[in-house]
């Protein structure tokens, strides 16, 4: 059977170059950088190399720091409750504090401002439309004397909608507004530029563009603060104690430069063989509708709602013909959940149920693409009789 892996907004591939990489590494060096003995120092040229590339990735100045992190769960979980802490230090005097984010955020931020609400802060979560976008003037109208973060992804995980994040850095610059972005979705497939964007803090995560599980960084501007996230050595500037994934760090770097040499493919073969599946899908299968904006949107990213075809149903269907592609749904304990984000952009709860996502990477072929244009329209049918009781 055939195996088509359409589910890279999930996770990628390592690439064979990045595995290479971690495995020749590993396999001579195990010293512990921190070490004064040439086992250690002599895995810092090695280190810093795969910084470098780090840092080109999202193009951090040498006087910003990327901490490694082991994922983007962790970034944002570390700057968004960073700032709170301070922030609640200043204003003891009970002063709420102001926070801005939008209502279509990965759960890591989503979930992280919730948690804040409760202990104390005030949240907006500004509304996207229906296509997924948002627009700068309504930050410009939510920000308030005392706001004092803004946090907007910079592509969204299940749409691929892209948002003006430099034109929002741009807005709370002038107000002296600290601006977080969730760049998961970007890095790697359209450029990430922190210090063109104006961004004070930008997290992003390695096996979103082909490095390893576990390992990703917080990009945090020169002269902003961070509270430590763990207490004890003084790795990671005293901000995050422990002995560094060095293994990690080599392949996200591997990663991280061959995800900066395929930009141009991503936005223009990726574009075309997403383009080519979601036009047979618009023309050839009757009541399927595109979730999310045409344009403004990550070149990998088909999210597709398909009328009387239940997602899960169709998951399943897809990976018993070796397709892997993913709904936003989640299984909530006995409930099904439809998934937040299109719910957020106004889609009804049934669509919402019939969604679909189809994520592409730089490994997949023309060939993959025309098995599951070959297979879908059956499928699609198949389901469709059963829900009509035919
Ligand atoms: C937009 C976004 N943010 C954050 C995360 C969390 O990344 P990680 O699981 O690598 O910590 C994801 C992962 O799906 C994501 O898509």
Redo the contacts with the bound molecule.
């Keep these: 059977m055939k195996k088509v892996y359409l589910d890279n907004?999930?996770t990628t591939m390592v690439s064979p170059a990045a595995a290479k990489e971690m495995e020749r590494f590993n396999t001579i060096h195990y010293g512990n950088p921190s070490s004064l003995h040439n086992f250690g120092l002599d895995t810092r040229p090695e280190l810093r190399k795969a910084l470098d590339r780090i840092y080109r990735l999202v193009n951090a100045a040498d006087a910003d720091d990327v901490l490694i992190t082991?994922?983007?769960?962790?970034?944002?979980n570390h700057v968004i409750k960073s700032v709170f802490r301070a922030a609640a230090e200043r204003s003891r005097s009970g002063r709420k504090d102001h926070y801005i984010t939008t209502n279509i955020?990965?759960p890591?931020?989503y979930n992280t401002f919730q948690y804040l609400e409760k202990l104390g802060a005030a949240v907006d979560y500004l509304p996207c439309d229906r296509h997924g976008l948002l627009y700068p003037e309504q930050i410009q109208a939510a920000l308030r004397e005392n706001t004092v973060l803004v946090s907007v992804?910079a592509?969204?995980?299940e749409i691929g909608t892209i948002l003006p994040v430099k034109e929002i850095a741009a807005l709370c610059r002038e107000r002296g507004v600290l601006v977080h972005t969730?760049a998961?979705?970007a890095a790697g497939k359209i450029p990430v530029d922190a210090r063109d964007w104006g961004v004070d803090y930008l997290?992003f995560?390695a096996?979103?563009f082909h490095g390893p599980?576990?390992v990703?960084g917080l990009y945090v501007r020169q002269g902003r603060r961070l509270e430590p996230l763990f207490h004890g050595g003084e790795q990671m500037a005293n901000l995050r104690a422990g002995t560094l994934n060095v293994p990690g760090i080599i392949g996200m770097g591997a990663a991280a430069q061959e995800a900066l040499d395929f930009l141009d493919y991503e936005a223009t073969e990726v574009k075309r063989l997403r383009d080519k599946l979601e036009d047979f899908i618009l023309q050839h299968i009757p009541a399927a509708f595109l979730n999310g904006d045409r344009q403004n949107r990550t070149p990998n990213t088909l999210n597709i709602a398909f009328q009387d075809c239940e997602g899960e149903a169709l998951l399943w269907d897809l990976n018993e013909h070796g397709i892997a592609a993913s709904t936003g749904s989640a299984c909530a304990s006995e409930e099904l959940e439809s998934s937040r984000i299109l719910r957020a952009l106004g889609i009804d709860k049934a669509l919402s149920h019939m969604a679909v996502r189809f994520s592409l990477s730089r490994f997949t072929t023309e060939e993959e693409i025309d098995y599951v244009i070959s297979v879908l329209p059956g499928i699609i049918r198949r389901l469709r009789e059963i829900s009509s009781g035919r």
């Design positions: 907004n999930a082991s994922g983007a769960t962790e970034a944002n955020e990965h890591t931020v992804m592509a969204n995980n969730d998961t979705q997290s995560s096996h979103k599980k576990g990703g």
